[in-house]
């Protein structure tokens, strides 16, 4: 299917919760898709087209099912709001019908322009696309197209249990695969180039992007990777081990349960009965299909696509909700007071543990995949986000996701103060360094201080309140130490 953009004027009445509400005559950003034509909205420079359908609703016989295609159609559909976050407890809006992405792009730019695709964190069960934080405007400004893109969360995106998935629970992973299969279809319509395709996200957006990269089913159908705070070496669960948690899932359900009739609150409160009794939750396994290996050891082994790769952490990793997985992770290292304070010295016991935190499930993992695929010959540039906002400074609270403000460029919102005129700064070179990596796979440019690639063993661009410059790692020996390769 080849679409294309055009600008229509119209005047049309648009019902909306029941009522019809004029729209006044002008020019309006229009697509023509396989699911139909799409009427966008405009607001400054930027034309957006939210609410986008990539897949068919995920409920009653497609519930924990793969995603579907959409019927096709030539009918005209609004685009001008959210769709429903997936369903989570922590948001009340919250839907399964929600397989949903949105697109920003310049508007009256010609095509075809790069494409910026985001996948939000949230720990894989919670978090969506439709955060104002993540409002793709700022880039698309630059001359980007942007999709941010929900997936399925919790039980209905990673529910393993035979008697319904037949060996697999990667639903979520399935949606970001039909998502990324959309933007190949359809982005031509939105002025995009559907062979000039980053993925970029923090978290466990990063951790989906990872398992992309090394996935039989992504293929092809992305050209560059940015990966923000990956937990790298993290542990996937085998098959059986996804399956018995989904056991105890359907048995919190009640006997004689038809799950996939089941209302979406007994679903919730399954979930939450299932968080409170088990260590381990909902989460990518390993099916032998889409995801046959471990993150680490998939880049080990070369596995993954010789893609450009950005890769990073922060100074910070910890977060509001992160204590309990700090005492866990400190625990189950058996790493002893002496050493914590060997390691870091002066610290305060809690800084040491955030400390060690940080870098035993950000930092190094970020070097270690840097390094891994820097080996295989593909241009890697690595980085450690350390700036707080002016404001901030005098309190400072957890620091993961802070870098998130500075590449989307947002103020005002929850989750993101205002900046001050150095925040700004700031913001604009990282972002200017995301953007011209989207285009080129080369964040350089003429007007931003250098970043080394990661050829070199800790090598990597280091953003701090002193200044943006690429130096070696200052924490190279830590990391080493961490990972027994030093014993000094």
Known sequence: MRSVLALVAVSIA???????????????????TREGQMLGAVEGEVASFKGLAYASPPVGALRWRPPQPTPESSEMHTAYEYGAPCLQPALQASSEDCLTLNVFRPFGVDGPLPVMMFIHGGGLVGGTANER???GAKLAQAGLIVVTVNYRLGALGWLAYPALSQGSGNYGLMDQVAALHWVHDNIAAFGGDRDNVT????????????LLMLSAQAQGLFQKAILQSAPGRARLSSAQEAEAIGRQFVAALGPQTDVRAAEPRRLLAAERHLFETSRRGFAPMMDGHLVTEEIAAGFAAGHQSRIPLIIGSNDDETGFDSEFEIKEEVASSGITSDELRRLYPGATPSELAA??????VFSEPARLLARLHAARGAATFRYRFGYVPESRRANTEGGHGRELQFIFGVEGVPGAGIFSRGDREVASRMRSYWINFARSGDPNGSDLPRWDAAAGRDRLLLITNDGIASGDDPFAERLDRLTGQSKN
């Open 14 to 32: 648009l019902c909306c919760a029941g009522s019809a509400v004029a729209q006044p005559v002008g020019q309006f950003p229009f697509a023509l």
């Open 133 to 135: 934080l993540f409002d």
């Open 199 to 210: 993925l970029f996200g923090s978290d466990a957006g990063a951790t989906s992007i990872a």
């Open 355 to 360: 400390r060690f935190y940080t870098d035993k």
